[in-house]
């Protein structure tokens, strides 16, 4: 399973934009990079996913690097519901998801 | 709202009991999966469907455990003996099929289960 790092947590103050790292140096060129968030005592929430351009969609956006061996994940504008784990997942050549202990997110007030 | 429903949402057993857990996928998902999350860890894989295949199942998977997905439309999880150890929140996805990663998947809120 290929293996990605992120930094164990990270903290932003409500409405400012959060970039999220993620390092993935051993990515095949068929993985796709998700991202998805667990909020506590919820199952994991879908985020965004892409394979080698950026990526938008309403709830934030993925930057990946040119080489594919990191991405962010950015946040526009923090709000407290955004306060979760983050988890950075490549997914190719197998169904399952593999997730690591991710970022978690502290929203500030 | 993913979609993706859970029953029961919590469980307590005694050690030794079994246990069944159902999950309903979205409607046009032909994918299923269950994993497995303890206090404090990420989600581990247990096993997956395509329709009513069983595809891949994870070592984690003992034969106490036994998935089934009739017809391809809801999945059922079983555990068998149980032991304080399976105390876990059991968790369910779907998705659409396709090419590996090329689609997210959803989740469930969960079945949390405590032996006791």
């Known amino acids: 399973d290929a293996k990605t790092t992120q930094p164990n947590s990270m903290e932003s103050n409500e409405e400012e934009p959060v970039h999220l790292p993620c390092n993935h140096s051993?990515?095949?060129?068929?993985?796709?990079i998700h991202w998805y968030r667990q909020l506590p005592s919820q199952g994991p929430e879908y985020v965004i996913h892409g394979l080698t351009s950026n990526v938008n969609n309403r709830m934030a956006s993925l930057a990946i690097a040119e080489d594919r061996k990191s991405s962010t994940l950015i946040l526009h504008r923090a709000t407290l519901r955004d306060a979760a784990v983050y988890y950075c997942i490549l997914q190719g050549g197998s169904e399952k998801l593999v997730f690591g202990k991710g970022t978690k997110l502290t929203v500030n007030p | 709202d993913t979609g993706v429903s859970q029953d029961p949402r919590h469980k307590i057993t005694k050690r030794g009991q079994n246990v069944t857990f159902r999950c309903d996928p979205i409607s046009e998902h032909n994918r299923l999966y269950w994993y497995r999350q303890t206090l404090g860890q990420g989600p581990e894989f247990l096993t997956y469907f395509q329709n009513e295949a069983q595809l891949e199942k994870s070592r984690l998977l003992s034969d106490r455990f036994s998935a089934e997905r009739p017809k391809g439309s809801f999945s059922t999880l079983e555990i068998q003996r149980t032991e304080q150890g399976d105390s876990a929140m059991y968790l369910c996805?779907?998705?659409?099929?396709?090419?590996?990663?090329?689609?997210?998947?959803?989740f469930g809120p969960g079945t949390r289960l405590t032996v006791t």
């Open positions: 996805a779907s998705s659409l099929g396709g090419t590996s990663g090329r689609y997210e998947q959803y």
């Open positions: 051993t990515i095949s060129g068929t993985d796709y």
